[in-house]
């Protein structure tokens, strides 16, 4: 009974895991950080607030999980508008998280604080390998040239070369830093140093078969001939970024906005006209692709939709389902448990009445066998039987002799007969005495005021030889409440757990 309960709950528990009842919050961080490492907005990423209350109250505390969520949130809130409560929340661990000064130098570019970014930047570069970074140096040159300080920023930019120590810092030169430093380099007005440099990048890139990188090149290139009046070499730049355009370069819109303006320059230079017919058709050609990216772009969103809801609905069902199967098997479970408990207590009471009728049998077989003559056990058990009216009844239907007795048994055993309504204990008391030799009335006078009439009942029936299962039969109690009534009186007596009542009460 008590496995099949223990089974039955670990089947309802398992329809309700504790993943299934909690939130993954570490699932939470990973998805959240991947949308952040795509730069996908985290707007609607509210299970976020929650994960960082999870951490903040977790023991042991998890101090890498917590300076994620802490992050992650201050991005949440950043997206969301909520720009104050983005840069209090990284600054709260900025001092001991060189990751949260990281990010707060990604957002303030991102806001175009190119104070606060140089700020937060410095503070990263207080760490010597932050220092000798080739990235961290290249940023730290942007930002002198955002803040109008142009002679550290051309020293700077002109030193980057010492940085380089990996791979992907010589990369990154080629394909920012010295771009950069060419552009910055003719906003100063310096245009033979920006050509010089462009010229390297180009010649570069064209080795490398990189053909956006070459259509950048001609551009930037076109732009500085432009500066220097040279309208030649500048028309012949633009024609050759256009030869080297490829799709990643037309869906560029920033790069097609600069090719529009650099042609429109070059077209007022040399004619002192602005088309607008050409620019008519480039907004025009924005906007149908405009329009054109952001119909695949719902088309997307639909189907992530529509098979989203598809995917809810079917693990609904599922769990339903799940949940139906173990209500079912949870039913079936309680039902044979209950049948077992049934089963089990009607076999143990088909299996008493069958001791008791066999000590029934066997008290009236002893009680047949005695004679007038005879002063034992056998008589007394006799006269008792008699006051239960089970010999008369066996000897008048000797046929059905156990049928009789276990009706007997069971009318008294209902209540339907009181036991002691059919027993006369003063006769009984007497035929003890006449039996055992004044056996009842010695008792009386030793123990009158230390047993009660129960236990000096079954006293005398101990006398007489009774076993526990037949005081039990016939006084119409459990076995067990015998035993019990039998270590009463070994404790009222004096008398050791095991020693014998009937023999000790003798001496």
Not at 101 to 119: F, G, P, Q, V, W
Not at 210 to 223: C, G, I, N, P, Q
Not at 350 to 361: I, P, V, W, Y
Not at 385 to 412: D, F, H, S, W, Y
């Amino acid at each position: 009974m008590r496995i099949l309960t223990l089974l039955t709950l670990s089947l309802l528990l398992s329809g309700c895991s504790p993943k299934q009842q909690n939130i993954d919050f570490q699932q939470v961080l990973e998805i959240a950080q991947q949308r952040a490492n795509q730069n996908k907005s985290l707007s609607e990423d509210t299970l976020l607030y929650q994960a960082l209350e999870h951490y903040r109250a977790l023991e042991p505390k998890d101090s890498a999980r917590l300076s994620q969520a802490t992050i992650l949130t201050a991005i949440h809130h950043w997206w969301k508008g909520e720009k104050a409560e983005a840069y209090n929340l990284l600054e709260s661990i900025a001092e001991t998280d060189k990751n949260a000064l990281k990010t707060l130098m990604s957002l303030s570019n991102r806001d175009y604080n190119y104070e606060a970014c140089h700020r937060y930047l410095l503070r990263i570069m207080r760490d010597e390998t932050e220092r000798k970074s080739f990235e961290n140096q290249h940023a730290l040159a942007i930002m002198l040239f955002y803040l109008n300080r142009p002679e550290e920023c051309i020293r700077l930019f002109g030193n980057l070369t010492q940085y380089i120590r990996t791979s992907s810092d010589t990369t990154n030169y080629w394909r920012q830093a010295l771009r950069n430093y060419a552009d910055i380099l003719s906003d100063y007005g310096n245009q033979e140093k920006a050509i010089e440099l462009q010229k390297q990048y180009l010649h570069h890139f064209i080795e490398k078969k990189d053909s956006m990188e070459v259509a950048f090149a001609h551009a930037s290139l076109a732009r500085y001939y432009l500066l220097q009046d040279n309208l030649k070499e500048a028309e012949h730049q633009i024609a050759l970024a256009e030869a080297n355009t490829n799709d990643k370069f037309l869906n560029n819109l920033p790069m097609q906005s600069y090719m529009q303006l650099l042609r429109s320059i070059l077209h007022y230079a040399k004619e002192k006209r602005i088309y607008i017919m050409e620019w008519a058709n480039f907004v025009n050609q924005l906007g149908e692709n405009a329009y054109i990216r952001q119909a695949i772009t719902d088309v997307k969103e639909e189907n992530n939709r529509l098979l989203n809801e598809r995917n809810l609905k079917l693990t609904i069902k599922q769990q339903q389902t799940r949940l139906t199967m173990i209500y079912v098997a949870s039913g079936l479970l309680i039902i044979i448990a209950v049948l077992t408990f049934i089963i089990q207590r009607k076999k143990r009471q088909a299996q008493e009445k069958e001791e008791e009728l066999e000590t029934l049998r066997k008290l009236v077989t002893e009680s047949q066998q005695h004679t007038e003559k005879q002063k034992d056990d056998r008589f007394f058990k006799s006269v008792m039987l008699q006051q239960l009216g089970v010999i008369r009844m066996a000897a008048a239907n000797p046929t059905a002799a156990n049928q009789e007795l276990l009706k007997r048994m069971t009318a008294i055993t209902n209540k339907e007969v009181v036991v002691d309504a059919l027993l006369d204990w003063q006769v009984l008391y007497q035929t003890i005495d006449y039996i055992y030799d004044g056996f009842h009335r010695h008792l009386l006078e030793r123990y009158a005021d230390v047993l009660n009439e129960k236990e000096i009942q079954l006293c005398c029936l101990l006398r007489a030889n009774f076993s526990t299962k037949e005081i039990a039969l016939v006084t119409q109690q459990s076995v067990r409440t015998v035993y019990q009534r039998k270590t009463v009186v070994r404790q009222k007596l004096g008398m050791e757990e095991k020693e014998n009542i009937a023999e000790a009460l003798e001496k």
